[in-house]
């Protein structure tokens, strides 16, 4: 799952894959804006076939968060 | 219906691109899809080497090749031309005043563009009286909007110093224009996400009629309840027929900018919603209304593809907030930023099927709305990358009106670069809103954002009467 999340998180990014970390934080580390983060939640939905919730999601601040939520959301 | 032009392969226009197509076409000034700015730096340049890297950055941009025709029923198709050798002309402004050389760009930026078969930008490289090297760029609003115009400018920059300097690396490939257009036409075409985004849009539309809320207080609405005799009246007309246009920039300095920014960073929410959450007060304290509406528009560049391919993308639709009095400015914020994030979620819905489906479902005559003005930020500069490889040296930006505008009060805040301050830029008609009326609403403006994130746990009512 999180190599996964790291090639979609280059799509949106100009930042190498090596320097995403799970405690890398979204905004201030690898300069998403919400915009970015929103979209990249609707195709996080697809690849993962999971339906995110936006005031869940507004909370998420690292990599490794993302990560869980998303490993949660598949088990449900 | 136009297949090619010129041997070369036509599309029809996106969404965004006939918003600006039709509002032009509505116009009496032409110039008022043109976008004008100059970056200048403080040191020399070698001439030469920057017309060299100018060229090298257009053919490498297809948006700035980019050319429209018409067919005999007059619908718009575009295409992208094969890069051609235009002269890039220098024009010294020395010996003359500031006021002066911005007057000529002002001039320049006055000039509308010719629509069929011709080139849609005009890049000049100038030097300012005060000392300052660049260049000028002007574009049309369907070939860029103002974050493909910095991205592109950017580009020019890293080329520049790709050049002149052994350490700089030459900047990657920007995206292909055509490549994002093919995408944005499928999803036009039809597709399940289109499906979603309409029945979002619809649903939000029809949960309730909007109100309109004047910059002064409720003296507009009520004078077209006279008009219309129709006390339940919501809608008013804005704007003028009127489109002559004015900019008035109010700076905001680098320290209180800080305080609104580290408020952000705590809070963990854009300055976007800060700023609404001031406009959206103001309008409250203003009209004793606790529902108001203002647009707001949406870059729509998430992905590498979006934000390097050039283009106009912008969609703005309305962005309504219904507070009572008793709700703390850091859960109005957080309303926001929640409401923000779903409306993202469905930006690529068409903005002007909005205005279509609310116009009809409420009735509304032409001219009348309940937004009394526009938001834009843009977080964009170009301090965050190629400027800092010249090291240290101090650079302006500046931005040009073009005289003309279809909106009543359209603001657009900026970072500024010399000193980390914001810019807030009214755009407004001069027959609709006056200096006087933005000086008082930015007083305000800036007095609420303050209070509030100063004491975010205060509630809106106590904010208005503490202000």
Request: aromatic share 12%.
């Amino acid at each position: 799952m999180f190599e996964e999340l790291v090639g979609v998180i280059c799509n949106y990014v100009e930042v190498e894959p090596a320097a995403v970390k799970p405690e890398s934080r979204f905004m201030e580390d690898l300069g998403f804006t919400s915009f970015d983060f929103m979209s990249m939640l609707g195709e996080l939905e697809d690849r993962f076939d999971v339906e995110v919730d936006e005031q869940e999601a507004a909370q998420i601040r690292t990599v490794g968060e993302a990560v869980e939520y998303l490993e949660k959301l598949s088990a449900q | 219906m136009m297949k090619t032009r010129k041997g070369y392969q036509v599309y029809p226009l996106t969404v965004a691109q006939k918003f600006h197509f039709f509002y032009q076409k509505a116009c009496p000034k032409k110039q008022v899809v043109n976008v004008g700015t100059s970056l200048t730096i403080e040191a020399e340049l070698d001439w030469e080497v920057l017309k060299q890297c100018i060229y090298k950055a257009y053919e490498r941009c297809e948006s700035m090749q980019l050319r429209f025709a018409l067919d005999k029923d007059g619908e718009c198709y575009q295409y992208v031309a094969d890069k051609e050798d235009r002269d890039i002309e220098f024009v010294d402004f020395s010996g003359k005043t500031m006021e002066e050389a911005e007057q000529v760009m002002r001039g320049w930026t006055e000039v509308p563009f010719e629509l069929e078969d011709s080139p849609m930008n005009r890049i000049v490289m100038i030097r300012t009286p005060d000392g300052y090297n660049g260049i000028y760029l002007l574009v049309d609003h369907l070939t860029m909007d103002a974050q493909s115009l910095i991205c592109f400018m950017k580009d020019i920059i890293e080329l520049y110093c790709n050049t002149m300097f052994e350490d700089v690396p030459y900047p990657k490939d920007m995206a292909s224009y055509l490549e994002q257009l093919k995408k944005d036409l499928a999803y036009e075409a039809g597709c399940k996400a289109k499906d979603r985004d309409i029945e979002f849009f619809q649903k939000l539309i029809e949960s309730s009629e909007p109100i309109y809320n004047g910059i002064d207080g409720p003296e507009k609405l009520e004078e077209e309840k006279k008009k219309t005799g129709n006390p339940k009246q919501r809608a008013a007309v804005n704007a003028t027929d009127c489109v002559d246009s004015a900019l008035d920039i109010f700076h905001l300095e680098e320290e209180p900018t800080k305080r609104l920014m580290d408020f952000c960073e705590k809070y963990h929410v854009s300055l976007v919603c800060l700023l609404l959450m001031g406009l959206r007060t103001y309008f409250q304290k203003m009209n004793g209304n606790e529902d108001v509406s203002i647009n707001t528009a949406i870059a729509r560049r998430a992905t590498l593809m979006e934000k390097k391919s050039g283009g106009t993308r912008i969609h703005s639709f309305p962005f309504r907030t219904v507070m009572p009095e008793e709700k703390t400015f850091l859960e109005g914020v957080y309303e926001i930023r929640d409401k923000q994030n779903e409306m993202f979620r469905h930006a690529n819905y068409n903005p002007v099927s909005y205005f279509a489906y609310r116009g009809k479902l409420y009735k509304n005559q032409n001219g009348q709305t309940y937004e009394p003005m526009s938001l834009t930020y843009q977080p964009l500069t170009l301090q965050e990358k190629g400027l800092d490889k010249l090291g240290g040296i101090k650079y302006k930006t500046k931005w040009y009106p073009n005289g003309a505008t279809t909106q009543a009060m359209y603001l657009t805040v900026m970072h500024r670069p010399d000193d980390n301050g914001l810019d807030f830029n009214f755009e407004h008609q001069v027959k609709a809103v006056s200096k006087e009326q933005l000086e008082y609403m930015y007083y305000y403006l800036c007095k609420i954002m303050f209070k509030g994130t100063e004491n975010p746990d205060l509630s809106i009512g106590e904010i208005i009467k503490l202000i």
